[in-house]
């Protein structure tokens, strides 16, 4: 045999080799950085998994704290990482300073405001496009990790991590 064989996208297959031939698997999933992500049209994108963790050190150990796991909904993340954000005496103004949301610090969600009880705020929707760039920001700002699985509306599943 001669020639050369290219593979685009190697990284999207684990490699094996039994009996001198080279063989590959597609991966379940494609992994993704931030600049694909957020290139990608996610518009009826379905998110499969997503855990968010926070990295609390205190003296000589870390504490992983569970943000947010096992949600199916973009927004249901978000507002997870937003009750993290928020302490015991409901000081919400962290959270404020750190949002991309449009919000009211009212009671009703009138006029296209969706109030969340507990946070004692309003926030006006996103599409699925800014509410996954107010995950990413909001998890660089906290220093939380997170690792997300969905699959786009074309069936390819994707993972992003960070």
């Known amino acids: 045999m001669e020639g050369i064989i290219e593979i685009p996208n190697y990284n999207n297959y ?3 080799v039994e009996n001198g031939t080279l063989i590959l698997t597609p991966k379940p999933f ?3 950085d931030t600049t694909q992500l957020l290139a ?3 518009k009826h994108s379905h998110l499969i998994d997503c855990s968010i963790l926070s990295n609390e050190t205190e003296l000589l150990t870390i504490d992983r704290r569970v943000i947010s796991t096992g949600s199916k909904d973009w927004l249901a993340v978000a507002i997870d990482i937003w009750k993290s954000m928020v302490p015991q005496d409901g000081h919400i103004q962290r959270l404020l300073q750190a949002t991309t949301y449009n919000y009211r610090l009212t009671t009703n969600g009138d006029n296209g405001y969706k ?3 507990g946070l004692g705020m309003a926030f006006q929707r996103k599409d699925t496009s800014g509410t996954i760039r107010e995950i990413i920001h909001l998890v660089r700002h906290n220093s939380y990790g997170m690792v997300m699985l969905f699959k786009s509306v074309n069936g390819i599943t994707y993972r ?3």
């Open 115 to 117: 109030y969340i009880p």
């Open 40 to 42: 990608m049209d996610v």
């Open 160 to 162: 992003f991590q960070m």
């Open 14 to 16: 684990t490699q094996t």
């Open 30 to 32: 494609i992994d993704i």
